[in-house]
């Protein structure tokens, strides 16, 4: 059954004279129509702004479209005024004379592989006793095996939950300059987790990557550049990333550390045109027996684990000026013994 045109319709009420016997007539005529469609028809040719189906209130808008632009303007604003200051934070160095600085390497506490002895040992010569120590840490405090890798709980004794428990011993036990997160890390929401273990003993605590300038009291600046891992291999050198990105980076940072891949390496230059030196260092790992490198046929290359940079603010050549000891214990050492020098110099003055 068709519909009839508005022409038949018309002249259908014409001689039917009313819209019922309209209807019946042209439904015997085979058309698929009905009184009240017929109706409606002749209400839409008599007012030609009807509309059969119309809300009976208008919604008025929810959204202040004047304070919503405002808004986004002034978070926007917020937003770039913390992304403009995070890429170099300042941080006032309150304290006269030598200062050091370690950075830990991938820790993987809950790891088999990993030595957990030699962590806890190292851990303790920043515990506070060496004043003017400090630590810094590149990332993957725990493994936090994620997706596809879950399966390798399996191969390690200790749970997830054991894991955490670990993590927040140790990481509590230093009062850290700056902790910036591994990919480990990040996993499982792990960054959030850390967040909230760090939120009392870090000063600066930043996903993968931190900028930092130390100011020094006497004026003078160190500027460190750390991720969890820089951009770039080599066969040739282990510390191609670091050096690339030294030589490379506008920002003239003196020292550039980076962790996750596993293995040790140190290199160091100079920019002519500010006559300043340049440090690049790659740090191993506390995660000793590593499957995926065996698998790989990977030689170990982990000579050191946690670099200390001894910085002379009153140092009168560039060497002298930040120098690195590869073991924590020498270098806490060989910084008492400079704060000795500093502090002799000082009554002798």
């Known amino acids: 059954m068709s519909r009839p045109n508005e022409d038949t319709i018309r002249q259908a009420i014409n001689e039917m004279g009313g819209f019922r016997p309209a209807a019946r007539f042209l439904r015997e005529q085979g058309y698929d129509?009905?009184?009240?469609?017929?109706?409606?028809?002749?209400r839409r040719w008599q007012d030609p702004n009807f509309e059969e189906l119309e809300r009976e209130f208008e919604p008025t808008p929810s959204i202040d479209i004047e304070e919503l632009v405002a808004r986004r303007i002034g978070q926007f604003a917020r937003k770039k005024e913390i992304f403009d200051r995070d890429k170099m934070i300042q941080v006032r160095v309150n304290r006269e004379g030598p200062i050091g600085l370690g950075f830990f390497g991938d820790m993987h506490l809950d790891d088999d592989g990993t030595d957990l002895a030699e962590v806890?040992?190292?851990?303790?010569?920043?515990?506070?006793?060496?004043?003017?120590?400090?630590?810094?840490?590149?990332?993957?405090?725990?493994?936090?095996?994620?997706?596809?890798?879950?399966?390798?709980?399996?191969?390690?004794?200790?749970?997830?939950?054991?894991?955490?428990?670990?993590?927040?011993?140790?990481?509590?036990?230093?009062?850290?300059?700056?902790?910036?997160?591994?990919?480990?890390d990040l996993w499982n929401k792990g960054g959030d987790l850390l967040k909230m273990i760090l939120k009392g003993n870090t000063l600066v605590h930043k996903s993968t990557k931190v900028r930092l300038a130390l100011r020094l009291p006497n004026g003078r600046n160190v500027k460190i550049y750390s991720v969890h891992g820089f951009r770039g291999r080599s066969q040739w050198s282990d510390v191609f990333g670091a050096g690339k990105q030294a030589q490379l980076d506008g920002e003239h940072h003196d020292i550039y550390v980076a962790g996750h891949t596993h293995v040790s390496g140190y290199t160091h230059g100079m920019r002519p045109s500010s006559e300043r030196m340049w440090h690049g260092l790659q740090i191993a790992s506390y995660k000793k027996i590593n499957r995926y490198a065996e698998e790989l046929n990977l030689d170990p290359k982990d000579l050191y684990n946690c670099p200390v940079a001894l910085i002379d603010p009153h140092a009168t050549t560039e060497v002298n000026f930040i120098r690195f000891e590869f073991d924590p214990h020498e270098g806490a050492e060989r910084l008492r013994w400079m704060q000795q020098r500093y502090q002799a110099s000082k009554s002798a003055s």
Do not use: C
């Open 120 to 184: 806890m040992d190292h851990v303790s010569i920043f515990d506070g006793s060496t004043p003017g120590l400090y630590a810094g840490n590149v990332g993957d405090a725990f493994n936090n095996w994620v997706g596809r890798l879950e399966r390798l709980y399996a191969e390690q004794s200790t749970t997830s939950n054991e894991a955490l428990a670990l993590v927040e011993y140790v990481l509590k036990k230093i009062n850290w300059l700056y902790y910036t997160d591994g990919n480990h």
């Open 33 to 42: 129509i009905s009184e009240s469609g017929i109706r409606g028809m002749n």
